[in-house]
């Protein structure tokens, strides 16, 4: 297995393009929870970056979301899947206009382009894995922040139906795709998308997501989806991320 220090991006991330584009993703979003995380990285570049765009760091342990998500998922979802976006992105980007801007631009400027699909669908995997992580922490679940929890019972009746709600969503994306609690103007939604697809391209601000492609799960829960979903919502999720989010 390759542990996800072995691709940690503090020895070879370009910290001033990594601020640079996880600021955007932040104001874009509204990414309070994470755009907070990357302010704390201290670590300057010790080697040159390979491109414009790098690998986040994990805001925990790959061993932190132990037992619902395994350091043996975490070190191929973060460690491979989520890298090679990065490093996909970087080849796709390099030498055109696009390696200039902000994750967030990327996302924006691809959406729905067919001569894009190929960055679009790396640069929105990217955007999609770097607010999953933030999603998540040890110890998550139970109730979330007041704020957030009258909202949820003004759109869903209860909190306890907002989160049936998201585990229908995880549930009912056919194939590989994403389930979100998002904000559609003022009112809370909860949407599913399909492969690298996001609500930031349908206007809405997403506020938390759970990844249902099965590299996510598949290592710890095979086919069992629901118990993946069920075991995210009950025990990580980041509830007070999301309601950073509402900022
Ligand atoms: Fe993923």
């Not at 996800?4 to 020895?11: H, L, R, S, V």
């Not at 460690?79 to 902000?102: I, Q």
């Not at 990844?211 to 025990?235: C, G, M, P, S, T």
């Amino acid at each position: 297995m390759t542990r996800i220090d072995d691709n940690a991006p503090a020895g070879t991330m370009d910290r001033r393009r990594f601020l640079l584009g996880a600021a955007s993703l932040a104001v874009a979003a509204g990414l309070g929870g994470l755009s907070r995380q990357v302010g704390a990285q201290a670590a300057p570049p010790a080697a040159p970056t390979a491109g414009p765009f790098t690998l986040m760091k994990l805001p925990y342990a790959d061993s932190a979301l132990d037992p619902v998500i395994s350091a043996n998922t975490i070190g191929f979802h973060y460690g491979k899947h989520h890298k090679g976006y990065v490093d996909n992105l970087n080849k796709l980007v390099a030498g055109t206009e696009l390696a200039d801007k902000p994750l967030a631009t990327v996302v924006a400027a691809t959406a729905g382009n067919p001569d894009k699909v190929a960055i679009f669908n790396n640069a929105a995997q990217v955007w999609n894995h770097d607010f999953y992580w933030a999603s998540l922490k040890p110890g998550g679940g139970g109730e979330p922040p007041a704020v957030l929890g009258k909202l949820m019972e003004t759109a869903f009746g209860s909190v306890a139906a907002c989160k049936d709600e998201l585990k229908k969503a995880a549930l009912g994306q056919f194939g590989s795709g994403w389930a979100w609690l998002a904000l559609d103007g003022g009112k809370l939604v909860v949407v599913k998308t399909a492969n690298a697809d996001n609500p930031t391209t349908k206007g809405l601000k997403p506020l938390l997501t759970i990844d249902v492609w099965e590299h996510a799960y598949y290592l710890d829960y095979q086919n069992r989806r629901a118990d993946y979903a069920q075991a995210v919502i009950d025990k990580l999720l980041n509830w007070g991320f999301a309601a950073g989010n509402l900022a």
